[in-house]
């Protein structure tokens, strides 16, 4: 049976027609019990989408596809025909960017230009990378005392693959393909705050020519949808970003199913330091991105800036003026700057966090109120004088607001920024190499930038320590969490 369409309208009345049902053996079908969830546009609260909604039933269904593909033909497919799949992938993603980002502004709230600039670029290059290591995937050889060793890197089967709603189609490329590329298969669920990229996604995944089951793509709610597969029997892995709280119940679920693999992509509370030899124009424009892109919807959203004593006042005074300039609005729009937050549960726990700081002693530096515009707009919002025992330094707000801490000497700076349960990106600014490498080398964070923000490439491993998870997406790194090791032994017999 197959499902019904809905219809977007972008700008300048482009119209999106997407199917609206589950996609399961490159079919798109209703939910078996006829369940939906509705999508709402942030920028007005409106409806924009009615959707199939998966529950357990459905996913036993795609996770029985997906398994029969990996059976079949897929799991003897080599790699340069995987290779030449992803690449046609990458090519109708790239040829549809103008579609993709006018869903992530309308589903999501992201502005068209940074969905398609940034998101849509990031996942159309993570394909074409990890396209290119689908014939790569090569173990080790060693001698033993009776013969020799060799290494497999072999796929690991079925893998479920949970993603959240702040940047969808590109967190969902970083793992979509290498899960494929070393030729395993997929059952993906999308966030219920965003369901309808994936809709466009699977179009494009049978356009591609993938086989059957290969790829299977469900919208549904986590705590049903998503429990499912966490704790199927059959799913052999688990790749997960989303929250803390959610992350551990992937575990435990995997702890209480079959002990899948897990890899965990979780929150941030990401540190930039600007010392006072830092390029003052450089640091405030990357503190200013770090923290306002997508309003700080982002697990390395740059929340705790450190600034050195003899620049502060400069730093606190351009970064009060850059802030306050962003133009909200419609994020389809070309002069917006501002989007909107995704929900009004988001912008209520926002504004939460900006009543905590100032109770907790924090001084508002500017900003803190809501937008009056119609959807969920908060103005961005900055604190100084804020310590690290504070709501507002120790927990991931996921919004605009930063704190601004005066530090003095790099040895406090250091202690400062680690003191955190997190550990997933921070950024130093100074013109001293050896600091930039001193300081990098001691925080406790999966990546560290110098003189930037952000600045993820596909070949370079993305990932936390601490509570911000274990596991790296991108990079050769990556594939270690998608494929398992097997050793074979070759012993050597006297003649
Ligand atoms: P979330 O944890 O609420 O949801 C993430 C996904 O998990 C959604 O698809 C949701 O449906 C699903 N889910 C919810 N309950 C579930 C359950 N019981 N079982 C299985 N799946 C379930 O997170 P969110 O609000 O969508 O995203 C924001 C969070 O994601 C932030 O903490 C952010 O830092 C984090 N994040 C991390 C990274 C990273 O790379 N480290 C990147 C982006 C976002």
């Known amino acids: 049976m197959s499902s019904s369409t809905t219809t977007l309208i972008g700008i300048a009345g482009r119209q999106i027609e997407l199917p609206t049902g589950l996609f399961i053996n490159n079919e798109f079908v209703p939910s078996t019990s006829g369940n939906t969830l509705e999508t709402l546009n942030p920028s007005n609260g409106k409806l924009l989408a009615t959707v199939s909604a998966a529950e357990e039933d459905d996913i036993n269904i795609a996770v029985r596809a997906a398994e029969a593909a990996y059976k079949g033909s897929w799991g003897s497919l080599p790699g340069t025909a995987r290779r030449t799949l992803l690449l046609k992938l990458a090519d109708l993603i790239e040829r549809d960017a103008d579609d993709f980002a006018t869903i992530e502004a309308l589903d999501a709230g992201i502005l068209f230009g940074d969905s398609k600039n940034i998101n849509i670029a990031s996942a159309v290059e993570a394909l074409r990378y990890f396209a290119g290591w689908a014939d790569k995937i090569d173990g080790r050889s060693t001698q033993i005392p009776n013969g020799m060793a060799y290494t497999r890197r072999e796929p690991i089967g079925v893998c479920g693959v949970i993603v959240p709603w702040n940047a969808p189609l590109m967190i969902t490329s970083w793992k979509l393909a290498p899960c494929l590329a070393v030729g395993n298969v997929i059952v993906l669920k999308t966030a219920e705050l965003t369901p309808l990229y994936g809709l466009k996604l699977a179009q494009l995944v049978k356009e591609a020519g993938f086989p059957p089951g290969v790829i299977n793509i469900l919208t549904g709610y986590g705590a049903k949808a998503g429990q499912a597969l966490a704790e199927h029997m059959d799913v052999r892995k688990l790749a997960f970003t989303g929250s803390g709280p959610v992350g551990r119940g992937i575990l435990i679920a995997s702890a209480k199913s079959n002990l899948k693999k897990v890899t965990l992509e979780l929150g941030g509370k990401g540190a930039s330091i600007i010392f006072d030899d830092a390029d003052l124009q450089n640091a405030v424009l990357w503190a200013i991105i770090g923290i306002t892109t997508h309003n700080g919807q982002l697990c390395a959203a740059g929340s705790r800036l450190y600034i050195q004593e003899g620049i502060y006042d400069r730093f606190v005074e351009a970064f009060r003026k850059s802030s306050i300039a962003a133009v909200a609005g419609d994020p389809l729009h070309g002069q917006t700057t501002k989007g909107p937050l ?145 050793s074979v032994k070759i012993s050597v017999l006297a003649e």
Do not use: C
Request: proline share 1%; glycine share 10%; aromatic share 8%.
């Open 342 to 486: 995704i929900s009004s549960t988001q912008k209520n726990t926002v504004l939460k966090y900006i009543q905590n700081g100032l109770s907790e002693g924090a001084k508002l530096l500017h900003g803190g109120k809501e937008i009056a515009l119609e959807g969920h707009y908060i103005e961005n919002t900055a604190f100084v004088e804020a310590v690290e025992n504070m709501s507002i330094m120790k927990e991931e707000i996921f919004g605009p607001v930063a704190s601004l801490v005066k530090f003095k000497t790099e040895e406090e700076a250091i202690r400062r920024a680690n003191d955190s349960v997190y550990g997933l990106s921070s950024a130093i600014f100074t013109s001293d190499i050896s600091r930039a490498q001193r300081v990098s080398n001691s925080l406790e964070s999966g990546q560290v930038t110098i003189n930037s923000w952000g600045n993820i490439n596909s070949n370079t491993p993305f990932g936390g320590v601490k509570q911000s998870g274990f596991g790296r997406d991108l990079g050769e790194e990556s594939l270690d969490g998608w494929t398992n090791l097997k």
